[in-house]
């Protein structure tokens, strides 16, 4: 293997400590109740793949749900040899041991003690060999322990994988060498055939995200001639086959001595082997600028630079105070004491390692006063400090006058940051009554935080049921067992405390489609045009769309005679509708989308986000401020930590009541969904990956043959007592070995998936409808047979493909027949895309 292979440092990106300029640390008063945040104090561990090292473990002081623990894949070596490295950062090691479970934790398959490894200076080799209890090319969880001095257990979790036959070391090899010439614009003309540049897809005026199809002159970092500090850290998070999904994280800094700015850079590769050469499927890489809270300011401006416009930003009610997240840092300006506060960091000038710096933490801020006191709450995995080596949602309070943080309660949570971090995207606000609302298991919790108590207040049984304004402020969603028959719509201001009800007309159902500001917007569909698909999909054509405010009063409506919508989205001021008209024969037929304009604008705060064009740097985001800043007066804090007795944990045992899905991609999970139909769609056009709920692969892209079919399937002809849909089900049924008269459950009422699910053990019954054909055919190349429904409520099988053509199995002609893809793909749509097939859960 080349040298160009990149190998990991013991530890990246330490050199970046020069570059937070922090300034003394101030506390005014209560010295004998505050401190310092306690410095990380765990081990980590560095795994190797094909030879390279990567894969930095971080640990936990608690055990977490291994069906979550997915944010690496580490190969095995020959004879299912896996090598690590401990550093250990002064931590006495007394033990190794190890777990290896399957996929989703729930079947042991070895565990043990692990010998023949010596602690010896800062960091020692061990090589650990697992038994012949494992199948090769299958993803199994193995989980580390490190025991301590004082009887301490930390845990380390990986995927591995055990395939001599994949070429993961060629595809590092190829990403180390493309990653090494984009420094060089000469070098890097040899890589302008992986590069698909399309100015339609990107934006080329912004170093903050660049990608495959960016232009050279922007892929190969324009004129900022970046220089690397120190070695990249290498995360392989995703193996397909020959496919593989890794991420690369390093420090680059432009400028010399006192104008020296640092850079935190993600690359994202994804690449397949193949013998002839490499393919880049896929590249992107984000360039964030590292604080500098002791030269960041001009004039009225603060100075954030290369980053994110889309600052997390509140200000005061007199605009004196503004406070923003950058870097996973969050700071507070001011204006009245000239004065920039470091309210919380798990790094600083005497705290900057990968512990510190690993960045799986979220930071929301909750509320800011016209005192320039701050709530806010750190979710994720805690670098450091009290609750160090745990994941949670921790609320803290900064007190502007003491200079002081507290935390108020912590909620330990036993999954991943990735899935947490989409938990709190949904819901996650705080009003002045002390109460904390948050989003959880498909539930919204209140939490009173002074007593730290806890209650469920909604659960939720199916996507979209729940609506949330852009600020967290309102919440809106539907009552009763039966959501799809629902005629009441529950409206909660977070903030009062206040609920109201919108009603629907008798005869009618009523449905919550989104907010444009605090304004809520939802559909009306007559019970009598409501009803159940054959393949279990609820059709609910609206004929009215509505916009009341949050008290429920009405504002505007939208409808017209036979015209129905069927689907809603919002984007800043304009509403987006699909719509279908009824044809005289009491068919529906897509007709064009309509608009709704909101012509309000929001109000502006005083202190507000800018870009300019700067020189070489692009386009550099800054605050701009109520007020002018003294650059030569201005002072930098650092809050202490008030110490208190006891705990303040609040434990929930939060459980979702419906399957959930979830799509992850390269950076963790990008949506939860109970329709396994909507996340495949959103893992099909992300190139990502769906699991349930145990962490079981549900669908991936990029697996597939060139060609499969189910032999066993043969064609089968409609007959009187047995229409289409019974000959499809009872084909797949005996599939699958059991045989079944299906004609009898759908005379009954009950719907396809209804059928599938309660005749198959050891399945997920999953309906895909809105998927393309492409996408399930994922499942046909596990030899699982796919149904379709048509619009005339004909039924057919896909039960084959190769390159260039499907296998349908069709009952109303009794025929097996191909079809050409094009033509499938497009005959399919136009049907709806309704599809049904099923994974299976046991082996």
């Avoid at 800043?629 to 201005?634: F, G, L, M, S, V």
Wanted: proline fraction near 2%; charged fraction near 25%.
């Amino acid at each position: 293997m080349k040298k160009t292979i990149i190998k990991i440092a013991v530890c990246v990106v330490v050199f970046i400590a020069s570059a937070f300029i922090i300034g003394g640390i101030m506390n005014q008063g209560h010295n004998n109740m505050t401190m310092e945040m306690a410095p990380a104090t765990l081990p980590v561990i560095t795994m190797e793949s094909g030879g390279v090292a990567c894969n930095e473990l971080h640990g936990n002081t608690v055990e977490m749900d291994v069906a979550y623990q997915k944010d690496t894949v580490t190969m095995l070596g020959v004879g299912r040899q896996a090598n690590f490295t401990v550093d250990t950062y002064g931590r006495e090691i007394t033990g190794i041991s190890m777990e290896v479970r399957s996929i989703d934790g729930s079947r042991l398959i070895e565990n043990g003690e692990v010998t023949g490894w010596k602690a010896r200076g800062k960091s020692f080799p061990v090589t650990l060999t697992l038994k012949d209890l494992i199948d090769t090319n299958t993803q199994y969880s193995l989980t580390l322990i490190l025991e301590l001095e004082g009887e301490q257990k930390v845990y380390y979790y990986t995927t591995i994988l055990w395939n001599d036959d994949l070429h993961i070391a060629e595809i590092l090899e190829f990403a180390s060498d493309f990653h090494g010439k984009l420094y060089d614009k000469e070098a890097a003309k040899e890589l302008t055939k992986y590069l698909e540049p399309n100015s339609k897809l990107t934006d080329n005026g912004t170093f903050h995200k660049v990608n495959i199809h960016s232009n050279f002159q922007q892929i190969t970092w324009g004129n900022l001639e970046p220089a690397q500090e120190g070695a990249a850290s290498l995360r392989l998070v995703q193996v397909n086959g020959n496919i593989a999904s890794l991420l690369m994280d390093f420090v680059v800094s432009t400028g010399e001595g006192k104008n020296k700015i640092y850079y935190s850079v993600e690359e994202y590769y994804r690449v397949r082997y193949t013998s002839e050469r490499m393919y880049l499927l896929d590249y992107e890489r984000t360039m964030t600028q590292i604080p500098d809270t002791g030269r960041m300011y001009a004039n009225d401006k603060i100075l954030l630079g290369i980053t994110d416009e889309n600052v997390d930003m509140m200000e005061s009610t007199d605009g004196n105070t503004v406070v923003f997240s950058d870097r996973g840092q969050l700071l507070c300006y001011n204006a009245v004491t000239n004065g920039l506060t470091v309210i919380f960091s798990f790094y600083d000038k005497d705290n900057a390692d990968c512990r510190t710096l690993y960045d799986h933490h979220g930071i929301k801020i909750l509320d800011v006063d016209e005192g320039g006191n701050v709530k806010f709450a750190v979710y994720g995995y805690m670098n450091r400090g009290r609750h160090e080596g745990e994941t949670g949602i921790q609320i803290l309070s900064y007190d502007n006058s003491l200079n002081t943080i507290e935390e108020e309660v912590y909620i330990p949570y036993s999954k991943s940051y990735a899935v947490l971090k989409d938990e709190m995207g949904q819901l996650l606000y705080r009003n002045r009554q002390q109460h904390l609302y948050f989003f959880l298991e498909n539930g919204v919790y209140d939490v009173d935080l002074e007593n730290r108590s806890a209650e469920q207040l909604v659960s939720i049984r199916q996507d979209d049921s729940l609506q949330v304004s852009e600020n967290h402020e309102i919440i809106v969603w539907q009552e009763g067992d039966d959501i799809n028959h629902s005629n009441q719509l529950n409206v909660r201001n977070l903030n009062t405390g206040e609920q109201t009800v919108i009603w629907a007309e008798d005869g009618d159902a009523i449905r919550p489609l989104g907010f444009m500001g605090e304004d809520i917007i939802y559909g009306v569909a007559r019970e009598s045009d409501i009803r159940t698909e054959n393949s279990g999909q609820i059709f609910y054509p609206m004929y009215k769309v509505c916009i009341s405010n949050s008290s429920g009063a009405s504002l505007k409506e939208y409808g017209q005679e036979g015209i129905y919508v069927v689907g809603c989205t919002i984007e800043s001021n304009q509403i987006t509708l699909s719509r279908l008209q009824r044809t005289e024969n009491g068919s529906y037929q897509e007709i064009l989308d309509d608009q709704i304009m909101n012509n309000v604008e929001e109000e502006a705060g005083q202190n507000k986000v800018v870009t300019a064009n700067i020189d070489i740097y692009e386009r550099y985001v800054q605050i701009q401020t109520k007020s002018s800043i003294d650059a030569k007066t201005i002072k930098v804090l650092n809050p202490k930590e008030v110490v208190f007795e006891g705990g303040r944990e609040l434990e929930l045992d939060a459980v979702s009541e419906v399957p959930r899905y979830y799509v992850c991609n390269a950076y963790g999970v990008c949506g939860i969904y109970s329709a396994p139909g909507t996340a495949v769609k959103e893992a099909y056009d992300t190139s990502g990956i769906v699991t349930n709920d145990r962490g079981v692969t549900v669908w991936l892209k990029g697996n597939r043959v060139s060609r499969n079919q189910i032999m066993a399937i043969k064609e089968e002809s409609v007959t009187e007592q047995k229409n289409s849909l019974a000959v499809c089900l009872d084909s797949i049924l005996r599939h699958a070995g059991i045989t079944r008269n299906t004609e009898y459950d759908l005379a009954q009422g009950k719907t396809a998936t209804t059928i599938l699910s309660e005749n198959m053990t050891g399945v997920q019954v999953l309906d895909l409808s809105g998927c393309t054909l492409d996408a399930v055919l994922y499942y046909v190349n596990q030899d699982i047979p796919v149904l379709a429904i048509l619009e005339d409520g004909e039924a057919v099988l896909v039960t084959g493909f190769n390159e260039f053509n499907v296998v349908i199995m069709e009952p109303a002609t009794g025929k097996l027949y191909k079809k050409g893809m094009n033509d499938a793909t497009a005959w399919f749509a136009e049907n709806g895309n309704r599809f049904i097939t099923y994974m299976r859960t046991e082996n």
